[in-house]
Protein backbone atom coordinates (compact mmCIF):
# COMPACT_ATOMS: atom_id res chain seq x y z
CA UNK A 1 0.00 0.00 0.00
CA UNK A 2 1.97 2.57 -1.35
CA UNK A 3 1.13 6.78 -1.77
CA UNK A 4 3.33 8.59 -4.43
CA UNK A 5 3.26 12.53 -4.34
CA UNK A 6 4.17 14.26 -7.54
CA UNK A 7 4.85 17.43 -9.42
CA UNK A 8 5.52 20.18 -6.16
CA UNK A 9 8.60 22.15 -5.13
CA UNK A 10 9.75 19.87 -2.30
CA UNK A 11 11.42 21.93 0.29
CA UNK A 12 13.95 20.02 2.63
CA UNK A 13 17.29 21.24 4.38
CA UNK A 14 17.89 24.43 2.50
CA UNK A 15 16.88 23.46 -1.13
CA UNK A 16 13.96 23.16 -3.34
CA UNK A 17 13.98 20.66 -5.58
CA UNK A 18 11.00 19.19 -8.29
CA UNK A 19 10.58 15.39 -7.27
CA UNK A 20 8.70 12.65 -5.94
CA UNK A 21 8.15 11.23 -2.72
CA UNK A 22 7.05 7.70 -1.79
CA UNK A 23 5.08 6.88 1.65
CA UNK A 24 4.53 3.35 2.64
CA UNK A 25 2.93 2.42 6.27
CA UNK A 26 3.22 6.13 7.26
CA UNK A 27 6.74 5.91 6.63
CA UNK A 28 9.03 8.22 3.77
CA UNK A 29 10.35 5.38 1.99
CA UNK A 30 11.69 6.84 -1.03
CA UNK A 31 12.66 10.84 -2.29
CA UNK A 32 13.57 10.46 -5.91
CA UNK A 33 13.93 13.13 -8.87
CA UNK A 34 12.73 10.28 -11.06
CA UNK A 35 8.95 9.16 -11.09
CA UNK A 36 9.20 5.62 -9.17
CA UNK A 37 8.45 2.52 -11.58
CA UNK A 38 5.64 1.16 -8.98
CA UNK A 39 2.10 0.49 -8.38
CA UNK A 40 0.88 2.85 -5.64
CA UNK A 41 -2.90 3.20 -4.32
CA UNK A 42 -3.17 6.75 -4.07
CA UNK A 43 -1.24 8.97 -6.30
CA UNK A 44 -1.02 13.23 -5.04
CA UNK A 45 -0.49 15.48 -7.74
CA UNK A 46 0.45 18.40 -6.25
CA UNK A 47 1.76 20.43 -9.28
CA UNK A 48 2.01 24.10 -8.57
CA UNK A 49 2.58 23.42 -4.81
CA UNK A 50 5.11 23.69 -2.39
CA UNK A 51 5.79 20.13 -0.48
CA UNK A 52 7.08 21.19 3.45
CA UNK A 53 7.78 18.55 6.07
CA UNK A 54 5.20 19.44 8.77
CA UNK A 55 5.19 22.03 10.59
CA UNK A 56 5.68 21.57 14.28
CA UNK A 57 4.17 24.04 17.21
CA UNK A 58 6.34 23.62 20.08
CA UNK A 59 3.72 26.00 21.73
CA UNK A 60 0.19 25.52 21.93
CA UNK A 61 -2.48 26.02 24.91
CA UNK A 62 -5.45 23.19 23.83
CA UNK A 63 -6.95 24.33 27.40
CA UNK A 64 -7.84 20.62 28.30
CA UNK A 65 -8.69 19.25 30.90
CA UNK A 66 -10.35 21.50 32.77
CA UNK A 67 -10.86 24.61 30.65
CA UNK A 68 -13.01 23.26 27.67
CA UNK A 69 -15.29 26.04 27.09
CA UNK A 70 -12.67 27.82 25.50
CA UNK A 71 -11.06 24.82 23.80
CA UNK A 72 -10.04 21.52 23.61
CA UNK A 73 -8.10 18.59 22.08
CA UNK A 74 -10.28 17.67 19.69
CA UNK A 75 -11.55 20.81 18.13
CA UNK A 76 -7.60 22.32 18.21
CA UNK A 77 -6.14 19.82 16.64
CA UNK A 78 -8.11 20.00 14.03
CA UNK A 79 -7.36 23.63 13.62
CA UNK A 80 -3.73 22.60 13.50
CA UNK A 81 -4.66 19.83 10.75
CA UNK A 82 -5.95 23.00 8.50
CA UNK A 83 -2.98 25.27 9.50
CA UNK A 84 -0.47 22.16 8.24
CA UNK A 85 0.90 21.67 11.34
CA UNK A 86 1.07 17.83 12.52
CA UNK A 87 2.76 18.23 15.93
CA UNK A 88 2.49 20.09 18.68
CA UNK A 89 3.36 20.63 22.23
CA UNK A 90 0.74 21.55 24.56
CA UNK A 91 1.54 23.91 28.05
CA UNK A 92 0.70 22.50 31.50
CA UNK A 93 -1.88 25.54 32.93
CA UNK A 94 -4.78 23.75 32.33
CA UNK A 95 -7.05 21.85 35.38
CA UNK A 96 -5.41 20.39 37.12
CA UNK A 97 -2.17 21.61 36.04
CA UNK A 98 0.23 19.24 34.56
CA UNK A 99 2.41 18.97 37.51
CA UNK A 100 2.28 15.73 38.62
CA UNK A 101 3.30 12.21 36.77
CA UNK A 102 -0.41 11.57 37.05
CA UNK A 103 -1.85 14.39 35.56
CA UNK A 104 0.88 14.15 32.48
CA UNK A 105 -0.07 10.46 32.29
CA UNK A 106 -3.80 11.64 32.03
CA UNK A 107 -3.34 14.38 29.30
CA UNK A 108 -1.66 11.54 27.42
CA UNK A 109 -4.91 9.45 27.80
CA UNK A 110 -6.89 12.25 26.31
CA UNK A 111 -4.70 12.78 23.28
CA UNK A 112 -4.83 9.29 22.59
CA UNK A 113 -8.43 9.50 21.89
CA UNK A 114 -8.87 13.03 20.84
CA UNK A 115 -6.09 14.45 18.97
CA UNK A 116 -6.18 13.90 15.11
CA UNK A 117 -2.46 15.03 14.62
CA UNK A 118 0.68 14.37 16.11
CA UNK A 119 0.88 15.34 20.03
CA UNK A 120 3.46 15.50 23.41
CA UNK A 121 3.10 18.08 26.69
CA UNK A 122 5.50 19.66 28.70
CA UNK A 123 5.40 19.26 32.24
CA UNK A 124 4.99 22.36 34.79
CA UNK A 125 7.10 23.84 36.85
CA UNK A 126 6.46 24.84 40.42
CA UNK A 127 7.74 26.07 43.43
CA UNK A 128 7.94 22.98 45.43
CA UNK A 129 7.76 20.00 42.63
CA UNK A 130 11.58 19.74 41.37
CA UNK A 131 11.78 16.04 43.09
CA UNK A 132 9.15 14.74 40.39
CA UNK A 133 11.69 16.08 37.60
CA UNK A 134 13.91 12.68 38.02
CA UNK A 135 11.06 10.68 36.98
CA UNK A 136 10.04 12.38 34.03
CA UNK A 137 9.48 10.02 31.07
CA UNK A 138 12.43 11.98 29.17
CA UNK A 139 11.28 10.09 26.17
CA UNK A 140 8.00 11.60 25.35
CA UNK A 141 7.94 15.10 26.28
CA UNK A 142 10.02 18.07 25.04
CA UNK A 143 10.68 19.23 28.41
CA UNK A 144 9.78 21.53 31.86
CA UNK A 145 7.54 24.46 31.45
CA UNK A 146 8.86 27.39 33.98
CA UNK A 147 5.90 30.85 34.13
CA UNK A 148 8.31 33.42 35.93
CA UNK A 149 5.63 35.52 35.21
CA UNK A 150 1.96 35.94 33.44
CA UNK A 151 0.88 33.02 35.63
CA UNK A 152 -1.64 32.35 38.54
CA UNK A 153 -1.63 30.27 41.56
CA UNK A 154 1.58 27.60 42.32
CA UNK A 155 2.34 27.75 38.06
CA UNK A 156 4.41 31.38 39.08
CA UNK A 157 8.02 30.84 40.14
CA UNK A 158 9.76 33.85 40.95
CA UNK A 159 11.36 33.74 44.33
CA UNK A 160 15.24 33.21 44.18
CA UNK A 161 15.50 29.97 45.98
CA UNK A 162 12.94 28.10 43.89
CA UNK A 163 14.05 29.10 40.98
CA UNK A 164 17.92 28.10 41.40
CA UNK A 165 16.42 24.59 42.87
CA UNK A 166 14.50 24.13 39.23
CA UNK A 167 17.28 25.71 37.12
CA UNK A 168 19.85 23.49 38.87
CA UNK A 169 17.41 20.11 38.94
CA UNK A 170 16.14 20.18 35.69
CA UNK A 171 17.94 18.29 32.75
CA UNK A 172 15.08 18.59 30.33
CA UNK A 173 14.85 21.47 27.79
CA UNK A 174 13.40 23.99 30.26
CA UNK A 175 11.12 27.05 28.60
CA UNK A 176 10.54 29.42 30.26
CA UNK A 177 8.14 32.52 30.23
CA UNK A 178 9.86 35.50 31.15
CA UNK A 179 8.14 38.71 32.76
CA UNK A 180 9.25 39.82 35.71
CA UNK A 181 5.72 40.05 38.33
CA UNK A 182 7.22 43.16 40.62
CA UNK A 183 7.64 45.50 37.21
CA UNK A 184 4.21 44.14 35.80
CA UNK A 185 2.47 44.62 39.05
CA UNK A 186 4.31 48.21 39.64
CA UNK A 187 3.89 49.26 35.84
CA UNK A 188 -0.14 48.42 36.73
CA UNK A 189 -0.33 50.41 39.66
CA UNK A 190 0.75 53.75 37.29
CA UNK A 191 -1.50 52.96 34.91
CA UNK A 192 -4.33 52.48 36.74
CA UNK A 193 -3.51 55.59 38.95
CA UNK A 194 -3.55 57.72 35.19
CA UNK A 195 -6.28 55.86 33.66
CA UNK A 196 -8.76 54.12 35.92
CA UNK A 197 -9.43 50.59 36.82
CA UNK A 198 -8.99 48.79 33.48
CA UNK A 199 -6.74 51.01 31.11
CA UNK A 200 -7.42 50.74 27.23
CA UNK A 201 -5.97 47.65 26.15
CA UNK A 202 -3.46 49.72 23.69
CA UNK A 203 -1.27 50.59 26.73
CA UNK A 204 -1.20 46.83 27.57
CA UNK A 205 2.60 47.34 26.24
CA UNK A 206 3.34 49.69 29.27
CA UNK A 207 2.01 46.90 31.87
CA UNK A 208 3.82 44.25 30.03
CA UNK A 209 6.82 46.63 29.35
CA UNK A 210 10.11 45.75 27.64
CA UNK A 211 12.01 46.35 31.37
CA UNK A 212 9.67 43.16 32.69
CA UNK A 213 10.64 41.01 29.84
CA UNK A 214 14.69 41.80 29.54
CA UNK A 215 14.90 42.01 33.83
CA UNK A 216 13.29 38.30 34.12
CA UNK A 217 14.80 36.97 30.74
CA UNK A 218 18.37 38.36 31.77
CA UNK A 219 17.49 36.40 35.03
CA UNK A 220 17.01 33.06 33.73
CA UNK A 221 19.86 33.45 31.47
CA UNK A 222 22.16 33.71 34.31
CA UNK A 223 20.74 30.89 35.64
CA UNK A 224 21.56 28.86 33.00
CA UNK A 225 24.82 29.59 32.76
CA UNK A 226 25.40 29.15 36.52
CA UNK A 227 23.59 25.37 36.24
CA UNK A 228 24.51 24.26 32.39
CA UNK A 229 20.37 24.15 31.83
CA UNK A 230 19.64 23.72 28.81
CA UNK A 231 17.05 27.43 28.65
CA UNK A 232 14.44 27.97 25.72
CA UNK A 233 13.32 31.71 26.47
CA UNK A 234 9.83 32.04 25.04
CA UNK A 235 7.81 34.34 22.66
CA UNK A 236 10.79 36.89 22.97
CA UNK A 237 8.80 40.32 22.63
CA UNK A 238 11.77 42.87 22.62
CA UNK A 239 14.90 43.76 20.61
CA UNK A 240 17.03 44.06 23.75
CA UNK A 241 16.02 40.46 24.58
CA UNK A 242 17.80 39.01 21.27
CA UNK A 243 20.98 40.07 22.65
CA UNK A 244 20.95 37.49 25.69
CA UNK A 245 20.78 34.69 23.26
CA UNK A 246 24.39 32.87 22.84
CA UNK A 247 26.30 29.55 23.52
CA UNK A 248 22.98 26.92 25.31
CA UNK A 249 20.58 29.55 25.02
CA UNK A 250 17.55 29.50 22.22
CA UNK A 251 14.37 31.68 21.41
CA UNK A 252 11.05 31.21 20.32
CA UNK A 253 9.43 33.88 18.49
CA UNK A 254 5.66 33.80 17.89
CA UNK A 255 3.28 34.52 15.07
CA UNK A 256 1.62 37.28 17.14
CA UNK A 257 5.20 39.02 17.66
CA UNK A 258 6.52 38.94 14.44
CA UNK A 259 3.15 40.04 12.21
CA UNK A 260 1.55 42.45 14.15
CA UNK A 261 2.82 45.79 16.19
CA UNK A 262 1.19 47.39 19.22
CA UNK A 263 -0.36 50.16 16.80
CA UNK A 264 -2.72 47.05 15.54
CA UNK A 265 -4.40 47.68 19.16
CA UNK A 266 -6.32 50.94 17.97
CA UNK A 267 -7.47 48.49 15.05
CA UNK A 268 -7.91 45.00 16.97
CA UNK A 269 -8.28 46.05 20.77
CA UNK A 270 -8.10 42.99 23.24
CA UNK A 271 -8.01 40.36 20.13
CA UNK A 272 -4.33 40.66 20.16
CA UNK A 273 -3.88 41.06 23.82
CA UNK A 274 -1.28 38.74 24.71
CA UNK A 275 1.21 37.91 27.09
CA UNK A 276 3.81 39.05 26.75
CA UNK A 277 2.44 42.24 24.95
CA UNK A 278 2.68 42.91 21.41
CA UNK A 279 5.27 45.82 21.03
CA UNK A 280 6.89 48.22 19.20
CA UNK A 281 7.56 48.07 14.94
CA UNK A 282 11.27 48.43 15.88
CA UNK A 283 10.67 44.93 18.14
CA UNK A 284 9.04 43.72 15.90
CA UNK A 285 11.55 45.05 12.68
CA UNK A 286 14.07 43.67 15.25
CA UNK A 287 12.97 40.38 15.67
CA UNK A 288 12.27 39.78 11.75
CA UNK A 289 15.92 40.32 11.31
CA UNK A 290 16.62 37.73 14.30
CA UNK A 291 15.10 34.83 12.32
CA UNK A 292 17.84 35.08 9.56
CA UNK A 293 20.98 35.35 11.97
CA UNK A 294 20.09 32.56 14.27
CA UNK A 295 18.97 34.09 17.41
CA UNK A 296 15.51 33.35 16.58
CA UNK A 297 15.62 29.26 16.74
CA UNK A 298 12.07 28.60 16.63
CA UNK A 299 8.37 29.94 15.54
CA UNK A 300 5.42 28.57 17.79
CA UNK A 301 1.93 30.48 18.10
CA UNK A 302 1.31 30.56 21.86
CA UNK A 303 -1.86 29.39 20.59
CA UNK A 304 -4.64 30.41 23.39
CA UNK A 305 -7.97 30.76 22.62
CA UNK A 306 -10.41 32.88 24.99
CA UNK A 307 -14.40 32.99 24.42
CA UNK A 308 -14.74 35.66 22.55
CA UNK A 309 -16.93 37.16 25.52
CA UNK A 310 -13.71 36.87 27.60
CA UNK A 311 -11.65 39.23 25.68
CA UNK A 312 -14.50 42.44 26.34
CA UNK A 313 -12.74 44.68 28.78
CA UNK A 314 -9.08 46.63 28.95
CA UNK A 315 -5.72 46.05 30.34
CA UNK A 316 -7.55 44.54 33.83
CA UNK A 317 -10.66 42.79 32.60
CA UNK A 318 -9.81 41.27 28.88
CA UNK A 319 -8.03 37.82 28.80
CA UNK A 320 -4.85 37.42 27.40
CA UNK A 321 -4.22 34.87 24.25
CA UNK A 322 -5.00 34.63 20.88
CA UNK A 323 -5.99 31.51 18.68
CA UNK A 324 -3.39 31.60 15.96
CA UNK A 325 -2.34 27.78 15.12
CA UNK A 326 -4.56 27.59 11.81
CA UNK A 327 -3.58 30.51 10.22
CA UNK A 328 0.30 30.44 11.47
CA UNK A 329 1.92 28.85 8.46
CA UNK A 330 0.11 30.88 6.07
CA UNK A 331 0.75 34.04 7.80
CA UNK A 332 4.91 33.18 7.58
CA UNK A 333 4.08 32.99 4.03
CA UNK A 334 2.84 36.39 3.31
CA UNK A 335 5.76 37.09 5.15
CA UNK A 336 7.97 35.28 2.56
CA UNK A 337 6.35 37.26 -0.25
CA UNK A 338 7.07 40.35 1.81
CA UNK A 339 10.68 39.16 1.46
CA UNK A 340 11.35 39.23 5.46
CA UNK A 341 12.60 35.29 5.08
CA UNK A 342 12.78 32.43 2.41
CA UNK A 343 10.53 29.60 2.63
CA UNK A 344 13.59 27.30 3.03
CA UNK A 345 14.08 29.85 6.15
CA UNK A 346 10.73 29.15 7.45
CA UNK A 347 10.88 25.46 7.19
CA UNK A 348 14.03 25.71 8.90
CA UNK A 349 12.37 27.61 12.03
CA UNK A 350 8.68 25.93 11.71
CA UNK A 351 10.37 22.20 11.09
CA UNK A 352 13.79 21.22 11.09
CA UNK A 353 14.74 23.17 14.29
CA UNK A 354 12.10 21.93 16.46
CA UNK A 355 13.06 18.64 15.53
CA UNK A 356 16.76 19.08 16.41
CA UNK A 357 15.87 21.61 19.49
CA UNK A 358 13.95 19.02 21.40
CA UNK A 359 15.29 15.72 19.61
CA UNK A 360 11.76 14.01 18.28
CA UNK A 361 12.41 11.06 16.96
CA UNK A 362 11.72 10.78 13.36
CA UNK A 363 9.95 13.95 12.22
CA UNK A 364 10.59 17.67 11.12
CA UNK A 365 12.41 16.47 8.22
CA UNK A 366 11.69 14.86 4.47
CA UNK A 367 14.03 12.15 4.65
CA UNK A 368 13.79 8.67 3.82
CA UNK A 369 13.04 6.26 7.13
CA UNK A 370 11.14 9.13 8.60
CA UNK A 371 7.49 9.69 9.36
CA UNK A 372 5.48 10.79 6.52
CA UNK A 373 4.23 14.46 8.36
CA UNK A 374 4.18 16.38 5.25
CA UNK A 375 2.32 20.12 4.33
CA UNK A 376 1.35 20.51 0.83
CA UNK A 377 0.83 24.14 0.49
CA UNK A 378 -0.69 26.26 -2.73
CA UNK A 379 0.87 29.93 -3.68
CA UNK A 380 -0.98 32.38 -5.61
CA UNK A 381 -4.47 31.29 -4.66
CA UNK A 382 -5.85 34.16 -2.51
CA UNK A 383 -8.88 33.61 0.15
CA UNK A 384 -10.24 35.14 3.19
CA UNK A 385 -10.42 34.43 6.47
CA UNK A 386 -13.85 34.33 7.68
CA UNK A 387 -16.01 32.80 10.67
CA UNK A 388 -16.99 29.97 8.70
CA UNK A 389 -13.91 28.45 8.17
CA UNK A 390 -12.76 28.35 12.22
CA UNK A 391 -11.83 25.38 13.51
CA UNK A 392 -11.07 26.34 16.48
CA UNK A 393 -13.75 26.17 19.37
CA UNK A 394 -13.66 29.98 20.19
CA UNK A 395 -15.01 30.36 16.63
CA UNK A 396 -13.05 33.58 16.10
CA UNK A 397 -9.59 35.14 15.02
CA UNK A 398 -8.05 38.40 15.17
CA UNK A 399 -7.24 37.88 10.89
CA UNK A 400 -11.05 37.46 10.80
CA UNK A 401 -11.41 39.67 6.67
CA UNK A 402 -7.55 39.30 6.25
CA UNK A 403 -6.99 37.51 2.71
CA UNK A 404 -4.10 35.55 2.33
CA UNK A 405 -2.37 34.27 -1.56
CA UNK A 406 -1.09 31.08 0.23
CA UNK A 407 -3.24 28.25 0.70
CA UNK A 408 -3.07 24.87 2.86
CA UNK A 409 -4.18 22.27 0.64
CA UNK A 410 -3.26 18.90 2.35
CA UNK A 411 -2.47 18.36 5.56
CA UNK A 412 -0.76 14.56 5.65
CA UNK A 413 0.04 13.41 9.47
CA UNK A 414 2.07 10.02 9.48
CA UNK A 415 1.35 9.10 5.74
CA UNK A 416 -2.89 10.02 6.31
CA UNK A 417 -4.31 12.97 4.47
CA UNK A 418 -5.94 14.61 8.01
CA UNK A 419 -7.08 17.69 6.13
CA UNK A 420 -7.54 18.31 2.46
CA UNK A 421 -9.38 21.46 0.35
CA UNK A 422 -11.10 22.45 3.24
CA UNK A 423 -12.67 19.06 4.96
CA UNK A 424 -10.57 17.10 8.00
CA UNK A 425 -11.00 13.75 8.83
CA UNK A 426 -12.12 13.68 12.22
CA UNK A 427 -11.95 9.72 12.16
CA UNK A 428 -7.62 10.12 12.59
CA UNK A 429 -5.69 10.13 15.73
CA UNK A 430 -2.32 11.13 15.72
CA UNK A 431 0.78 9.68 17.16
CA UNK A 432 2.28 10.18 20.04
CA UNK A 433 5.68 11.57 20.18
CA UNK A 434 8.93 10.22 20.81
CA UNK A 435 11.91 12.23 21.63
CA UNK A 436 15.63 11.12 21.80
CA UNK A 437 17.81 11.77 25.11
Not at 247 to 258: P, R
Not at 338 to 359: D, K, S, Y
Request: net charge negative; glycine share 8%.
Amino acid sequence: MRLLIKGGHIVNEGRILDGFIVVEDGQIIEISKQQPEASFYETIDASGCYILPGIIDDHVHFREPGLTDKADINTESLAAAAGGVTSYFDMPNCNPQTTSLDALEAKFGIAREKSHVNYSFFYGATNDNTETFAQLPADRIPGVKLFMGSSTGNMLVDKQQALERIFKTCKLPLMAHCEDTDIINRNLAEVKQAWGDDPQVSLHPLIRSEEACLASSRKAVELAKKYGTRLHIAHISTAEELELIEGNITAEACVGHLYFTQLDHERLGAKIKVNPAIKTPVDQFMLREALNDGRISVIGTDHAPHLLSQKEGGCVKAASGMPMIQFSLVTMLELVDEGVLTIQRLVELMCHNPARLFGIQQRGFLRKGYRADITIVRPKQPWTVTKDCILSKCGWSPLEGHTFNWQVERTLCNGHTVYHKGKVDTSYIGEELRFDR
